[in-house]
Nanobody, 129 residues
Framework: QVQLVESGGGLVQPGESLRLSCAASGFILDAYAVAWFRQAPGKEREAVSC????????AYSDSVKGRFTISKDNTKNVVYLEMNSLKPEDTAVYYCAVDPSPMDCSLVVGVVGADFGSWGQGIQVTVSS
């Protein structure tokens, strides 16, 4: 049974950093595409970053490119999202998601409504002064 548990969210000021973690269990992480999505109040959910199991090349939405970094530790079965230079518009609930299907992450990031097979429960990130 696939389980994903996010941690590391919270309240930070603009310009600060946070690192989200997603602890995965019940499957082999290396065989799955992994992604971080976010949903801000009143907006639809969008993928902000993704790593494909095909080539492990990370992809980012334009809104976070250069500020966020996705990574994964296959030995620990953990996915990370390092978020730097945070802005108030980054405020959202962040979700970790995985899918066993071969994934072209360039077609996922920045897309509203992209669907993955399994999801974490989500974690709040608030950027405010």
């Amino acid at each position: 049974q696939v389980q994903l548990v996010e941690s590391g969210g919270g309240l930070v000021q603009p310009g600060e950093s946070l690192r989200l973690s997603c602890a995965a269990s019940g499957f082999i992480l290396d065989a799955y595409a992994v992604a971080w999505f976010r949903q801000a109040p009143g907006k639809e959910r969008e993928a902000v970053s993704c790593i494909s199991q095909i080539d492990s090349t990370p992809a980012y939405s334009d809104s976070v490119k250069g500020r966020f970094t996705i990574s994964k530790d296959n030995t620990k079965n953990v996915v990370y999202l390092e978020m730097n230079s945070l802005k108030p518009e980054d405020t959202a609930v962040y979700y970790c998601a995985v899918d066993p299907s071969p994934m072209d992450c360039s077609l996922v990031v920045g897309v509203v409504g992209a669907d993955f097979g399994s999801w974490g429960q989500g974690i709040q990130v608030t950027v405010s002064s």
